[in-house]
T-cell receptor, first 111, second 113 residues
Framework: GEDVEQSLFLSVREGDSSVINCTYTDSSSTYLYWYKQEPGAGLQLLTYIFSNMDMKQDQRLTVLLNKKDKHLSLRIADTQTGDSAIYFCAGGYTGGFKTIFGAGTRLFVKA | SQTIHQWPATLVQPVGSPLSLECTVEGTSNPNLYWYRQAAGRGLQLLFYSVGIGQISSEVPQNLSASRPQDRQFILSSKKLLLSDSGFYLC????????????FGPGTRLTVT
């Protein structure tokens, strides 16, 4: 079945770049998303990329997609302490009923 | 603008008691609606989704049920809670067209004792 995998933890220093990686198994994913969850809150959509794109940049966020390797990454430039959160990678399909979420990567930003 | 509400924010219930969690969406019509459960330190498990009033699809067999009595109202229920039902319950909505990004409510923290 469909699966999305992420590393569980990442620690960076404030001001450095963070790169959160994700692999997915289902090549029919039409959309790939990155969500952010702060403690005790719901998920917030950060950005998404269509499966026919290689890269998308949105301010400090850069998403890279390697379809051949089924690998998605999220780069956060100039990481701030406010970026500390859990980041979820997710794959979606036309019809939108089933979005498969990874287990989330907990990002720790050290001052 | 669209907003999504969930209540209660936290809930402590004994084993065997009933459950009712409510979710409402404002500012959009005919959304897709979803209930997820997030166990501690884990990802999201899709429990139910709905594409319209009275239309509920269940993703996992369990003692939970969902209902959609109105277009923008989604309810998660149980007749008898189990310890394993503890978790963080999230409601979400999406448009019926692409890119189907989901917008989440603030969540309900349920502890079954």
């Amino acid at each position: 079945g469909e699966d999305v995998e992420q590393s569980l933890f990442l620690s960076v220093r404030e001001g450095d770049s963070s790169v959160i990686n994700c692999t997915y198994t289902d090549s029919s994913s039409t959309y790939l998303y990155w969500y952010k969850q702060e403690p005790g809150a719901g998920l917030q959509l950060l950005t998404y990329i269509f499966s026919n794109m290689d890269m998308k940049q949105d301010q400090r966020l850069t998403v890279l997609l390697n379809k051949k390797d089924k690998h998605l990454s999220l780069r956060i430039a100039d990481t701030q302490t406010g970026d500390s959160a859990i980041y979820f990678c997710a794959g979606g399909y036309t019809g939108g009923f089933k979005t498969i979420f990874g287990a989330g990567t907990r990002l720790f930003v050290k001052a | 603008s669209q907003t999504i509400h969930q209540w209660p924010a936290t809930l402590v219930q004994p084993v065997g008691s009933p459950l009712s969690l409510e979710c409402t969406v404002e500012g959009t019509s005919n959304p897709n609606l979803y209930w997820y459960r997030q166990a501690a330190g884990r990802g999201l498990q899709l429990l139910f989704y709905s594409v319209g009033i009275g239309q509920i699809s269940s993703e996992v067999p369990q003692n939970l049920s969902a209902s959609r009595p109105q277009d923008r109202q989604f309810i998660l229920s149980s007749k008898k809670l189990l310890l394993s039902d503890s978790g963080f319950y999230l409601c979400a909505w999406s448009l019926t067209g692409g890119p189907y990004e989901q917008y989440f409510g603030p969540g309900t923290r349920l502890t079954v004792t």
